[in-house]
């Protein structure tokens, strides 16, 4: 639209969108409950979305309840390499009408698929979280409602701020910075595990201006289309986001190949993002220019319990944060160190917790978790829960039943070496390993937490004693991007705990702050002189 406004215009304030409890007898589990049961009465037809088109290529793939896997919930097209290649035509040319539009009514566009999202859109999308990745509603709720309402709000917020930083000007010179989107296109992969996740890794590029080529993990199908629904809705012109479900290693192969990559929005496994970065190298003289690599990876999340702890605090941490969705967020605790002399209490806390907890359909609010989210993840959990039972010790939990449903108990395995496999690998699954450490060794056990494992995404401390909480945030600096003292490691919100981590968990650009947004723009310097010299001798070659 033409400047109209005068002055500077100002998104609205954001605020982080408050979740509903769906307690018995609130208007919002009503709502929810029959979408569950409407949408688990279709069967969704889901096409590639090129260009703003529906492709419907015959060769698809079915989409089931993880916690009841032979009921289908729909089927979604899988894309050909030609047609990743129309989509990365179709996202050239969509960029060049909305690079040129204002950062404000790109915004717009976003905090309208927000306000829909919070409102008549909600039920639909928490809906299609539960059904289709088994998460229960809360879960669902946090991540699929209120976190990407927070990612596109508090983006545009953050987009205005940065857009607002201008260098230094006098009264000859004004110098500006254009924040220009990237020249070419955007490659957004997301993962099974957050709804929320794959709404930001396309929106984000996309509010900076870019377009952007979308492929989703084929484990979230179901929440991703209607996320993408949601944003056509929303008033997304055609093209600015292409929606290219299908095998990921030959799409990428496309992608990966094309001159016109710019940026690649990853989220997902450390050796996926490790194999992207490697094609990009091998491919460097194919771009115009250098692509911009944004991946968030794996993690090893660990607890350090000092003995001057709460064990009651930290036996409700560890048992929320480990088995929370199955174990499958990023952020899932995984491992915890505690101090030999409160581990018998605070095992023997957890293990009545935990024995309390019910694992099921997700449809019966009852259950804290739901299934995990496939054959593969079942087989890769289950042999380390084996392996568990043969090289260290099962205190409770181990059982697997995959029959109706990916069903894994929340598992707690203790060993005695800390270099034990199930307390070093990312196990993405509902498994807590524990060390128990000798109380004498709190410095050695800190030093043994940062070296175990080569992730560094989050952490937790619990003390009381505040020397050991400076000790454990001096020791593990650079152990986690996301640190904490005295709570879970996991439940980060926009706004308020940026979340990435380093070392092999990812580049830890932010996500849900202004540090990603302005790895998608590529700023120009405006230098503009209002007395251009006349004369091109200086004062200093004048005669004496
Ligand atoms: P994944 O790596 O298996 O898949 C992620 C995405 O990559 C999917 O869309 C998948 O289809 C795609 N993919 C798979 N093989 C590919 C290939 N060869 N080329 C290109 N794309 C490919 O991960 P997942 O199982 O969906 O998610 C779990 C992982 O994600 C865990 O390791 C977890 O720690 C990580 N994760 C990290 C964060 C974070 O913020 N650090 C957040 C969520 C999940």
């Known amino acids: 639209m033409p400047d109209v406004f005068a002055g500077r215009r100002r998104v609205p304030r954001p605020e982080n969108d408050p979740n509903l409890s769906y307690a018995p007898g609130t208007p919002a589990r009503t709502e929810l409950k029959a979408r569950l049961a409407s949408m688990a009465a279709e069967t969704v037809d889901i096409p590639i979305i090129i260009g703003g088109k529906e492709i419907r290529t015959g060769a698809t793939a079915k989409v089931v309840m993880p916690h009841k896997h032979g009921h289908v919930l729909g089927h979604f097209h899988k894309a050909t390499e030609e047609h990743v290649r129309q989509a990365a035509a179709a996202a050239v040319k969509a960029r060049r009408e909305w690079s040129s539009w204002s950062f404000d009514d790109r915004a717009a566009v976003f905090l309208r698929a927000a306000e829909l999202l919070t409102t008549t859109w909600r039920s639909t999308v928490v809906a299609a979280t539960m059904l289709g990745q088994s998460k229960t509603a809360f879960q669902a709720e946090i991540d699929a409602a209120s976190e990407l309402v927070d990612f596109w709000r508090f983006n545009a917020a953050f987009g205005q701020e940065l857009l607002a930083e201008q260098p230094d000007s006098s009264h000859t010179v004004w110098n500006q910075m254009e924040y220009r989107p990237l020249e070419g296109f955007v490659y957004a992969v997301s993962p099974f595990n957050f709804t929320a996740i794959g709404g930001n890794l396309a929106g984000a590029p996309a509010l900076m201006g870019n377009a952007v080529v979308w492929k989703p993990a084929s484990t979230s199908m179901l929440s991703a289309y209607y996320v993408m629904r949601l944003l056509e809705t929303a008033g997304l012109p055609p093209g600015v986001i292409s929606f290219v479900p299908g095998d990921a290693a030959s ?56 003995a001057s702890a709460d064990p009651q605090e930290v036996a409700v941490a560890a048992v929320r944060g480990a088995f929370e969705y199955q174990g499958q967020k990023c ?16 095992r023997d806390r957890m293990v009545a917790m935990m024995q309390e907890i019910k694992v099921g359909d997700v449809r019966d609010f009852r259950n804290f978790m739901g299934a995990v989210i496939d054959r593969k993840s079942f087989d890769k959990v289950s042999g380390y829960i084996d392996d568990g039972r043969k090289n260290a010790k099962v205190i409770v939990g181990g059982g697997c039943q995959g029959d109706e449903g990916y069903f894994i108990e929340p598992t707690l395995v203790e ?3 800390p270099n034990y496999r199930l307390l070093c690998e990312e196990i993405f699954g509902p498994v807590l390993s524990v060390y128990a450490y000798d109380d004498a060794k709190w410095s050695e056990t800190l030093d043994i937490v940062d070296r175990t494992s080569p992730y560094a995404l989050t952490g937790a401390v619990f003390a009381r004693d505040r020397g050991a909480v400076i000790e454990a945030a001096s020791a593990l600096r650079n152990a986690a991007g996301n640190f904490y003292i005295n709570d879970k490691p996991t439940g980060a919100v926009v706004g308020q705990q940026p979340f990435g981590g380093a070392r092999v968990s990812g580049t830890n650009d932010k996500a849900g702050s202004k540090m990603n947004l302005i790895r998608w723009v590529s700023a120009r310097t405006v230098k503009e002189n209002f007395a251009p010299p006349t004369d091109f001798k200086y004062p200093y070659m004048a005669e004496e």
């Open 251 to 306: 799409i990428s192969n496309v992608v990966l190949d094309h001159p016109d990559l710019a940026g690649i929005h990853f989220t997902g496994s450390t050796g996926v993002f490790n194999g992207m970065w490697q094609k990009v190298g091998q491919n460097l003289g194919k771009y115009r220019g250098y692509p911009r690599l944004v991946g968030e990876t794996g993690g090893k999340d660990f607890i350090v319990v000092h």
């Open 415 to 417: 060993s005695a070496d």
């Open 331 to 346: 952020s899932a605790a995984s491992r915890m160190y505690v101090p030999k002399s409160r581990w018998n209490d605070i």
